[in-house]
């Protein structure tokens, strides 16, 4: 796997948030053990090359003044709504977790649509879906130990967040089926 800027090492991929937009273009973001923790990469021609973007630019929500970008990336989740917009939840920091919105498909203009605290607390790698009807649905995640069984969903690309379920881990996430190791 290589780069298309010859500057910069391609990605490495380990617990890195992907995200598939409508054009069948990959979207990384992050993950362990990787030299560039704040770059958003894009694979268009199914991961054999990876073009950094440049950071994106910060558009102000309203009349706050935005914070940068961050800077690192670990235990966030990221998908696809509508086809092109990419939505981030940085979950993690309970004093810098955000959502963020990239504002369009080229992923050059981004704004932070909620700040800390959010709505379902601090977690590590939650899961993040987008639904056909626009709807962006957070599963779950770590909380220390604590598996979190939680459902939320927002169907503003991540302004407001609605709790639909509150646990639907109905056994301890410890407990194997008989037989199996």
Known sequence: VISSNLGVVAPT???AATAVDQEDCIWMLGGECTMTPSIVWKS???GRTWD???PPVVVPLGV???PPFPQRWQGHAMTVVGG???VIVDAADPEEGAIWRFMSGKGDFVQRVLGAPLPFGTRFNPKLLASSDGALWLLGGQRGDEALGDVWASYDS???WVCKTVNYL???VNER???IP
Do not use: D, I, K, M
Request: aromatic residues 8%; contains cysteine.
């Open 13 to 15: 991929p380990t617990y």
């Open 44 to 46: 268009c021609n199914t």
């Open 52 to 54: 950094p973007l440049p």
């Open 64 to 66: 706050e003044v935005p």
């Open 84 to 86: 092109w917009q990419v």
């Open 158 to 160: 991540g302004a407001t």
């Open 170 to 172: 109905v056994a301890p």
């Open 177 to 179: 089926a008989p037989g």
